[in-house]
């Protein structure tokens, strides 16, 4: 097929213009990326958290205690401990003496919640961390919205999909400088302008993932690529659709951990079509 500009489908705009709206609603919600306050990765020992500069964990200025508690690390099991008088609470119990905390590899995470903030222990390959989130972070109140190329139908594309057998071990890069091995189902095949292209997939819960950067990178769209989400293949299709194409939360703020487009999927062409950049929101 040749991509060109397409008249407009009713139905189909509405579809796109629905999933956007929604996109935006979820981006500004009281624990999204723009309430994304801090990132502190853990040291082995103790590592004290409030508002004073001395801690390990800051919060931001007059949100806590200055000294509000602590999380002691050991060998990747982190202890939280605070008084009582603070206002602590793990899953909306208050702290009283010390619980250990569950992180982001588990199924049941433990959500940690004082005052407008709230705190999460995450794993990132070898390296732990405390994520933090403010509701009344600044790049909230002041973000503009969300930007998006005109939706073109001409991008919403029928793929074969080719399985990997047996699942390939794709190498995904981090914004970390980490890479982390993820298991690759299969491939997407495409056509545009005469022109055949592969995107190498993984999954991301019940749905496809391709984590891919185009000849828009760094021009109109965010530097490091886009993210885009299809339902698992019927008789070897999916719909690929790049009106979805979105950026990784890294676009939105300098606290996010994002993956990066592998080797493979980078693709030599424009995909004049999803997410703008704005490189104002970071």
Known sequence: MSVQDSVEHAP??????????????????ERSWLT????????????????????????PEGSAPEHAGGIAFDAGAATLYAEPSVGVAVGGKLVIG????????????????????????IQRGERYAIRLWDRQNPARAAFTGRRWYTVNEAYRLSA????????????????????????????????????????????????????????TAGDTTYPAGRFLKAAFPQNGQIALD??????????FTTFATCPLPPP???????????ELYDQSHT
């Open 12 to 29: 189909y705009q509405a579809e796109i213009e629905g999933w956007r709206g929604r996109m935006e609603k979820s981006l500004r919600a």
């Open 36 to 59: 994304l306050a801090g990132l502190f990765w853990l040291n082995e020992g103790t590592n004290r958290f409030g508002t004073d500069p001395d801690n390990e964990i800051v919060l």
């Open 98 to 121: 010390t619980t250990r905390l569950r992180s982001d590899a588990d199924t049941a995470p433990d959500y940690i919640t004082l005052g407008d903030l709230t705190m999460l222990l």
């Open 160 to 215: 074969g999909f080719v399985p990997h057998d047996p699942p390939l071990a794709l190498p995904v890069p981090n914004i970390l400088g980490e890479t982390e091995q993820r298991l690759s189902p299969g491939y997407a095949v495409f056509v545009i302008d005469g022109h055949e292209h592969t995107l190498d997939a993984v999954t991301e819960g019940d749905e496809l993932f391709f984590i891919f950067r185009d000849k």
């Open 242 to 251: 790049f009106n979805r194409a979105y950026s990784p939360p890294c676009a």
């Open 264 to 274: 493979r999927n980078h693709l030599p062409l424009r995909i004049a079509a999803g």
